[in-house]
Structure formats: C-alpha cells, structure tokens
T-cell receptor, first 111, second 115 residues
Framework: GNSVTQMEGPVTLSEEAFLTINCTYT??????LFWYVQYPGEGLQLLLK?????DKGSNKGFEATYRKETTSFHLEKGSVQVSDSAVYFCALLNTGNQFYFGTGTSLTVIP | EPEVTQTPSHQVTQMGQEVILRCVPISNHLYFYWYRQILGQKVEFLVS????????KSEIFDDQFSVERPDGSNFTLKIRSTKLEDSAMYFC?????????????FGNGTRLTVT
C-alpha cells in the first residue's frame, strides 16, 4: 500500500538553528514526493517537490532529496526563522494520481 | 494571487443533521478535491471531481457524502447525516491539471464539530 510517516512534533527551535523533519514512505511504483506547509490560519501550500529518485526539491531555503534506497524525503533548512513557524506535511502522489499525506509536524521557532 | 476559499471556517452541528461545506476553487481550475484531517491524524483523501463528475473516491466517501458543483463556481461537500466521527478539518483543493502535473491549491479549511 501507500503511506507516509513523518516525525512527530511539536518541534521547537531557536532562530538560526538547523532543521530536519524526517519523512519516510511506502509506495507501489514510483511516486512523486512533496512537502506542503500550513501557516497559522491558512491552507496547505506547496513548499517543494521531487518527481524521481535523487531529485532535490528546494524553495525558500528548504531542501529535500528523494532517496529511493532509504524511501525517505527528509526536509532540511540550515537556518530557520521565526516566520518558518508552521505545520509541515510530507506527501506522496502515487501512479494512480492519489495524494497520501503524513500527519504533519508542527514547528515553532523562537527568537 | 488567486486562492481557494472555504466557508464557513467553523461549523458546529448536532449528530444526525445535514451539513454543507462550501468551497470556491480558483476560477480556471478544472480538478477539485476534498480532503479531511481528524485531529492528530493524517490528511485523508475523500474525493476528486472533474468534468462534472466524481473521478475517484476513497473508502471514507460513503453514501452519507456527496459533492456538487451547482453553478460553475462553487464546489460543495454534503454530509447527509453527521456522526461524531465526522468531526474533522475539511480541506478543499483545486488544480489546473491532474494531480502531479500542477500543484494542488488548498483552502484554509472548515473545522466541523459534531456534538
């Protein structure tokens, strides 16, 4: 089957700290992988994506690399800001064109 | 930037009542979706809609659920007789092309509380 598992939160970091949010997946076939972000009071927004193995998605200083050998798509940022406080969702899109989301990881960055 | 809007932001209803959750997708989008997230659980796919008909639905989307695009701009989710376990955040989404070819644009969600 298809599923996404991401690290449980909440995560609290100081400004300029390094961020990693782990995400692993199970899928049949070759899915595309995504990170969505939900800022307080808003809907989910696409943050970055990768469509095949070894692709790296990046946006706003965030990066994630599609690792087929470890079935992972961990989200990283070298130096977080207060404005990065949000809930982050890892997701996969399978070959049947259905999205599967993780539970979300809440990040709070304190000044 | 155009956005998907959902109303109301919070709906409280009694068990057994019908609710209609409303969404206005981005105007030139062709694919429409409903997802839900029960508190603390994963965001789950409910249904996708294209060309005025359901294209896919999950096991969650049983006979109590229906979707409609009544007037070319709104996209509604109706729950016929709500149960306590229907309490969740419901997200509407739309895309210009099929999922994966263009990003999903999500609304802010409607929090449904069934008492």
């Amino acid at each position: 089957g298809n599923s996404v598992t991401q690290m449980e939160g909440p995560v609290t970091l100081s400004e300029e700290a390094f961020l990693t949010i782990n995400c692993t997946y199970t899928a049949t076939g070759y899915p595309s992988l995504f990170w969505y972000v939900q800022y307080p009071g808003e809907g989910l927004q696409l943050l970055l994506k990768a469509t095949k193995a070894d692709d790296k998605g990046s946006n706003k200083g965030f990066e994630a690399t599609y690792r087929k050998e470890t079935t992972s798509f961990h989200l990283e940022k070298g130096s977080v800001q207060v404005s990065d406080s949000a809930v982050y969702f890892c997701a996969l899109l399978n070959t049947g064109n259905q999205f599967y989301f993780g539970t979300g990881t809440s990040l709070t960055v304190i000044p | 930037e155009p956005e998907v809007t959902q109303t109301p932001s919070h709906q409280v209803t009694q068990m057994g009542q019908e609710v209609i959750l409303r969404c206005v997708p981005i105007s030139n989008h062709l694919y429409f979706y409903w997802y839900r997230q029960i508190l603390g659980q994963k965001v789950e796919f409910l249904v996708s809609f294209y060309n005025n008909e359901i294209s896919e639905k999950s096991e969650i989307f049983d006979d109590q659920f229906s979707v409609e695009r009544p007037d070319g701009s709104n996209f509604t989710l109706k729950i016929r007789s709500t149960k306590l376990e229907d309490s969740a955040m419901y997200f509407c989404a739309s895309s210009g092309e099929s999922a994966g070819n263009s990003p999903l644009h999500f609304g802010n969600g409607t929090r449904l509380t069934v008492t």
